[in-house]
């Protein structure tokens, strides 16, 4: 993550990853505004290019070659990447609503959340259908759908509703591919039906005579039956009816018609037409709420009305960003004038396309060559990144609306006190944390629910305290999910020696800046991080605050534990097998992250298991009888399985290929990018017997990879062990494994204690 030396002045907040937003990313990131930080807010962290889509669905691209890395694409402007959906927007707060998280504030907000058919329009089609949008939802079913063919056998119905360009094109491009696929597999190319549907009496209805006329011959020739001036009127489970009396029994029914906005856009106040899109001004803001701009299909540009086409939302782009630092920095934003004319680019699946451009219309395979090459130059403006300047490190306030700001933000670069000067301010620290619950405990007699200058605990009788700390700053923009991970970290300790988490203390560092902005660091950081010690029945009972450059955060935890019941590194018994509960490769995984050579999915599973508490592990654990546990963190897998092997008196036999590993941690691994403590973590290798024949091995690296949140490493008796695996699984550690067995320490041999086999 880039950490920027000026002083966070103004947010500027990004719903939705579409064709315009991914344009204002580039152009930020190519010249940012000091003072000005953006923030995307995304359900998806891989976003399609429409204009690919057809092509992907026949067969000519990869996922990846159709879709734009979000996670990615913001490491590279320095906006920060919030996976989440958002379901509401508080204007008068100036909050986006998020689902599963806390509210985001914003100064500064815009749209490009695209749009979907209106499935709820016909009865059943809801339940029945799959709407073409949200891309990830039809993929989805789209995969399933090819999966099925391999299995299938006898005829295969597909209905399409929609005959727009959307419709007709996915129609070509389905059909093309599912053939191929039937032909591959020796089955007959003839049992696939296709049936198109359209309440309009023309196909394409919004481009010309020409455009309409090849596709249509397109079609007949394709055997695809047109029903058109009869809308669809029930959908079913296998069956589609229609006004005019059909009935068509259908193995699968897509729906590509008239889209509109999402319904929760009804209930911000916000400027909307009856389709639900917002109504915008020439400069892209929202007629009612200056502060707000739309973008792609999301807006209706009132004095310039168009169709809902890509080609509009890349154009969008570059005038949105202007406007966007425009209005940042005080200026008044500029009106935008879209073209009259474009481009449309048709293609028929099997690589031919139509163009045209007002009434002229070409046709043939070279416009299909034309419209890949125009398609990958666009895709490679945003997977081939240039290197970007440095950022300035002067103190610039351009983007403080007020002289009290101004002052706040000279402040926050200039030289700053040190000791308790560097704290965080109290009226600050007691807005972020009010809103907090923390859970409360009857063995808590002095905490945040009554603070004083440090908490007071009382010990059961008959137990045992277990105290651990940790602290690491933050590998992550997402301060919301930096908490949750921070936190999971530290109570893996705890989890780990079979103890029960009692309470914590957090000790933070947030960067310098302006109060407001301070505030909700904090507030995002702590709520994560709140949620996770609640789960564990965990109660913050204090911390401490203070100023630096990087974003950090760290626990003292104490535990409570019968002392008759202690897991701990030493308790490894020769014939035990090890089994290890979550995957490794966290640490290539964000080293990569920082470089832009990590996929955004790879990050996403990373966080996923980060995030997932060793609670029920452990308690599974000790259920079948284990004594000798760790929580895999910044040693490695190896580093941690020597301290294990070595107080225990035994060896150990390590199974590569049974490691369970992160997806994409190989790749990066193998692309030499390791985390700053591998090196360290290295030196251990003198614990390896032969290890010299192992260096040359894809998993080699990875027994050295330092973990963040990792899993549970332990010994189970052998003949328990396969059963602790299936119930590890079956409480949601899908990635358990047993990776090797613990032998009896060879005196007359080697002095290693950990052999390594394929």
Same mark, same amino acid.
């Given at each position: 993550?880039?950490? @920027?030396?000026?002083?966070?002045?103004?947010?500027?907040?990004?719903?939705?990853?579409?064709?315009?937003?991914?344009?204002?990313?580039?152009?930020?990131?190519?010249?940012?505004?000091?003072?000005?930080?953006?923030?995307?807010?995304?359900?998806?962290?891989?976003?399609?290019?429409?204009?690919?889509?057809?092509?992907?669905?026949?067969?000519?691209?990869?996922?990846?070659?159709?879709?734009?890395?979000?996670?990615?694409?913001?490491?590279?402007?320095?906006?920060?990447?919030?996976?989440?959906?958002?379901?509401?927007?508080?204007?008068?707060?100036?909050?986006?609503?998020?689902?599963?998280?806390?509210?985001?504030?914003?100064?500064?907000?815009?749209?490009?959340?695209?749009?979907?058919?209106?499935? &709820?329009?016909?009865?059943?089609?809801?339940?029945?259908?799959?709407?073409?949008?949200?891309?990830?939802?039809?993929?989805?079913?789209?995969?399933?759908?090819?999966?099925?063919?391999?299995?299938?056998?006898?005829?295969?119905?597909?209905?399409?509703?929609?005959?727009?360009?959307?419709?007709?094109?996915?129609?070509?491009?389905?059909?093309?591919?599912?053939?191929? $696929?039937?032909?591959?597999?020796?089955?007959?190319?003839?049992?696939?039906?296709?049936?198109?549907?359209?309440?309009?009496?023309?196909?394409?209805?919004?481009?010309?005579?020409?455009?309409?006329?090849?596709?249509?011959?397109?079609?007949?020739?394709?055997?695809?039956?047109?029903?058109?001036?009869?809308?669809?009127?029930?959908?079913?489970?296998?069956?589609?009816?229609? $006004?005019?009396?059909?009935?068509?029994?259908?193995?699968?029914?897509?729906?590509?018609?008239?889209?509109?906005?999402?319904?929760?856009?009804?209930?911000?106040?916000?400027?909307?037409?009856?389709?639900?899109?917002?109504?915008?001004?020439?400069?892209?803001?929202?007629?009612?709420?200056?502060?707000?701009?739309?973008?792609?299909?999301?807006?209706?540009?009132?004095?310039?009305?168009? *169709?809902?086409?890509?080609?509009?939302?890349?154009?969008?782009?570059?005038?949105?960003?202007? &406007?966007? %630092?425009?209005?940042?920095?005080?200026?008044?934003?500029?009106?935008?004038?879209?073209?009259?004319?474009?481009?449309?680019?048709?293609?028929?699946?099997?690589?031919?396309?139509?163009?045209?451009?007002?009434?002229?219309?070409?046709?043939?395979?070279?416009?299909?060559?034309?419209?890949?090459?125009?398609?990958?130059?666009?895709?490679?403006?945003?997977?081939?990144?240039?290197?970007?300047?440095?950022?300035?490190?002067?103190?610039?306030?351009?983007?403080?609306?007020?002289?009290?700001?101004?002052?706040?933000?000279?402040?926050?670069?200039?030289?700053?006190?040190?000791?308790?000067?560097?704290?965080?301010?109290?009226?600050?620290?007691?807005?972020?944390?009010?809103?907090?619950?923390?859970?409360?405990?009857?063995?808590?007699?002095?905490?945040?629910?009554?603070?004083?200058?440090?908490?007071?605990?009382?010990?059961?009788?008959?137990?045992?305290?277990?105290?651990?700390?940790?602290?690491?700053?933050?590998?992550?923009?997402?301060?919301?999910?930096?908490?949750?991970?921070?936190?999971?970290?530290?109570?893996?300790?705890?989890?780990?020696?079979?103890?029960?988490?009692?309470?914590?203390?957090?000790?933070?560092?947030?960067?310098?800046?302006? *109060?407001?902005?301070?505030?909700?660091?904090?507030?995002?950081?702590?709520?994560?991080?709140? $949620?996770?010690?609640?789960?564990?029945?965990? #109660?913050?009972?204090?911390?401490?605050?203070? $100023?630096?450059?990087?974003?950090?955060?760290?626990?003292?935890?104490?535990?409570?534990?019968?002392?008759?019941?202690?897991?701990?590194?030493?308790?490894?018994?020769?014939?035990?097998?090890?089994?290890?509960?979550?995957?490794?490769?966290?640490?290539?995984?964000?080293?990569?992250?920082?470089?832009?050579?990590? %996929?955004?999915?790879?990050?996403?599973?990373?966080?996923?298991?980060?995030?997932?508490?060793?609670?029920?592990?452990?308690?599974?654990?000790?259920?079948?009888?284990? %004594?000798?546990?760790?929580?895999?963190?910044?040693?490695?897998?190896?580093?941690?399985?020597?301290?294990?092997?070595?107080?225990?008196?035994?060896?150990?036999?390590?199974?590569?290929?049974?490691?369970?590993?992160? @997806?994409?941690?190989?790749?990066?691994?193998?692309?030499?990018?390791?985390?700053?403590?591998?090196?360290?973590?290295?030196?251990?290798?003198?614990?390896?017997?032969?290890?010299?024949?192992?260096?040359?091995?894809?998993?080699?690296?990875?027994?050295?990879?330092?973990?963040?949140?990792?899993?549970?490493?332990?010994?189970?008796?052998?003949?328990? #062990?396969?059963?602790?695996?299936?119930?590890?699984?079956?409480?949601?550690?899908?990635?358990?494994?047993?990776?090797?067995?613990?032998?009896?320490?060879?005196?007359?041999?080697?002095?290693?204690?950990?052999?390594?086999?394929?």
């Amino acid at each position: 993550m880039r950490t @920027p030396d000026q002083p966070v002045l103004r947010d500027i907040v990004l719903i939705g990853g579409g064709h315009s937003h991914v344009g204002v990313l580039k152009r930020f990131a190519m010249n940012p505004v000091p003072g000005v930080r953006l923030t995307l807010i995304c359900r998806d962290t891989h976003t399609p290019y429409s204009g690919m889509l057809p092509g992907y669905v026949a067969g000519h691209y990869s996922y990846d070659d159709v879709h734009i890395d979000l996670s990615r694409l913001a490491e590279y402007a320095g906006a920060r990447f919030y996976r989440a959906e958002a379901m509401g927007i508080d204007c008068d707060r100036k909050r986006v609503i998020c689902r599963g998280r806390p509210d985001v504030p914003y100064d500064i907000l815009s749209i490009n959340i695209g749009s979907s058919p209106r499935v &709820n329009e016909v009865e059943g089609a809801s339940d029945h259908a799959v709407p073409v949008k949200p891309i990830t939802g039809f993929n989805n079913r789209w995969l399933a759908l090819l999966s099925r063919i391999e299995n299938h056998d006898g005829p295969l119905t597909v209905a399409v509703v929609g005959a727009g360009a959307g419709g007709v094109e996915l129609t070509l491009a389905m059909q093309f591919r599912l053939k191929n $696929e039937l032909k591959q597999r020796g089955k007959d190319p003839g049992q696939l039906h296709f049936h198109l549907f359209d309440a309009a009496d023309e196909i394409l209805p919004t481009h010309n005579p020409k455009v309409r006329e090849v596709f249509r011959r397109t079609l007949s020739q394709r055997g695809v039956k047109v029903h058109l001036g009869s809308p669809v009127s029930k959908v079913q489970e296998g069956l589609l009816l229609t $006004e005019s009396g059909e009935t068509l029994q259908t193995d699968e029914v897509l729906w590509v018609t008239r889209a509109g906005g999402p319904e929760w856009l009804q209930d911000t106040g916000l400027a909307l037409d009856d389709g639900l899109f917002l109504r915008v001004r020439d400069t892209l803001q929202v007629e009612n709420d200056d502060s707000i701009f739309a973008a792609g299909d999301i807006a209706n540009v009132v004095n310039h009305p168009r *169709e809902k086409a890509g080609v509009f939302a890349v154009r969008q782009g570059p005038p949105l960003a202007d &406007n966007l %630092k425009r209005l940042a920095t005080g200026k008044d934003p500029r009106d935008f004038y879209p073209q009259k004319k474009w481009l449309a680019l048709i293609s028929t699946g099997d690589k031919y396309a139509v163009a045209s451009r007002g009434d002229v219309q070409f046709d043939g395979a070279w416009v299909w060559r034309w419209k890949d090459w125009i398609d990958r130059r666009f895709m490679k403006k945003f997977n081939d990144l240039p290197p970007m300047e440095e950022e300035s490190k002067l103190p610039d306030t351009a983007a403080a609306q007020n002289a009290e700001e101004a002052s706040q933000a000279i402040s926050a670069v200039a030289m700053r006190c040190g000791g308790c000067g560097a704290k965080v301010g109290s009226t600050v620290l007691s807005r972020a944390l009010g809103e907090l619950k923390p859970i409360e405990r009857d063995d808590i007699l002095i905490g945040l629910h009554a603070p004083d200058d440090a908490a007071v605990l009382t010990v059961p009788p008959g137990k045992a305290v277990v105290h651990t700390v940790d602290f690491f700053r933050a590998f992550i923009d997402d301060p919301y999910i930096f908490g949750k991970v921070a936190a999971n970290h530290s109570l893996g300790d705890v989890f780990a020696m079979g103890a029960e988490a009692q309470s914590a203390t957090a000790v933070a560092t947030v960067p310098y800046g302006i *109060e407001s902005k301070v505030e909700d660091v904090v507030y995002q950081m702590m709520s994560g991080a709140v $949620e996770v010690l609640n789960e564990a029945g965990c #109660a913050l009972v204090g911390g401490h605050t203070g $100023e630096g450059k990087e974003l950090a955060l760290g626990f003292a935890v104490n535990g409570l534990i019968d002392p008759e019941e202690v897991m701990s590194k030493g308790g490894l018994k020769a014939g035990d097998a090890l089994i290890l509960t979550k995957p490794i490769g966290t640490g290539t995984l964000f080293a990569a992250h920082a470089k832009l050579a990590a %996929k955004g999915r790879w990050i996403d599973s990373a966080l996923a298991s980060m995030i997932q508490s060793n609670k029920a592990a452990a308690d599974c654990l000790r259920k079948f009888g284990s %004594k000798a546990c760790t929580d895999v963190t910044g040693f490695g897998l190896l580093g941690h399985l020597v301290e294990m092997a070595k107080p225990s008196g035994v060896d150990a036999e390590l199974d590569l290929s049974a490691i369970p590993i992160l @997806p994409g941690a190989e790749e990066t691994a193998a692309a030499g990018i390791l985390s700053s403590l591998q090196p360290a973590n290295i030196r251990l290798r003198r614990g390896i017997r032969d290890q010299e024949k192992w260096v040359n091995h894809a998993r080699y690296p990875l027994i050295f990879d330092p973990q963040t949140a990792g899993g549970l490493l332990a010994s189970v008796a052998a003949d328990k #062990a396969e059963e602790c695996v299936r119930e590890l699984k079956s409480l949601g550690y899908p990635h358990t494994a047993i990776i090797g067995r613990i032998t009896a320490q060879d005196e007359s041999g080697p002095i290693e204690p950990i052999s390594l086999r394929d």
